[in-house]
């Protein structure tokens, strides 16, 4: 059975700093692309951040380029998504989602496994 399990969220101040991390079992993240979303409270949920199977990084948010980072690990079988200078607006639900093929996953649902979601909360 399959699990895709984000962790590292928590409670940072503006201008702080996270890492996330989703980590996968059951399947390999090797040759899939993998994606994060995140969802505001009472907003949609929006792409982030994208990480290709072979390593390419695309950032959907314009407001989060140069700020967010996306990352492998296929020997731990793990991604994550570095994110600096924290702004309130990036508080929400972060989620990653995994589409196994050639491309991206364009939306959260666009993929094969999901993750639950972890928390970030941004305050002063």
């Known amino acids: 059975q399959y699990q895709l399990v984000e962790s590292g969220g928590g409670l940072v101040q503006p201008g702080g700093s996270l890492r996330l991390s989703c980590a996968a079992s059951g399947f390999t993240l090797q040759n899939s692309n993998i994606g994060w979303f995140r969802q505001a409270p009472e907003k949609g949920r929006e792409g982030v951040v994208c990480?290709?199977?072979?390593?390419?990084?695309?950032n959907w948010a314009d407001s989060t380029k140069g700020r967010f980072t996306a990352s492998r690990d296929n020997a731990k079988n793990t991604a994550y998504l570095q994110m600096n200078s924290l702004k309130l607006e990036d508080a929400g639900v972060y989620y990653c989602a995994v589409r196994l093929g050639s491309r991206c996953p364009t939306t959260f649902y666009d993929s094969n496994y999901r993750g639950q979601g972890t928390q970030v909360t941004v305050s002063s």
């Open positions: 990480i290709s199977s072979s390593g390419g990084t695309t």
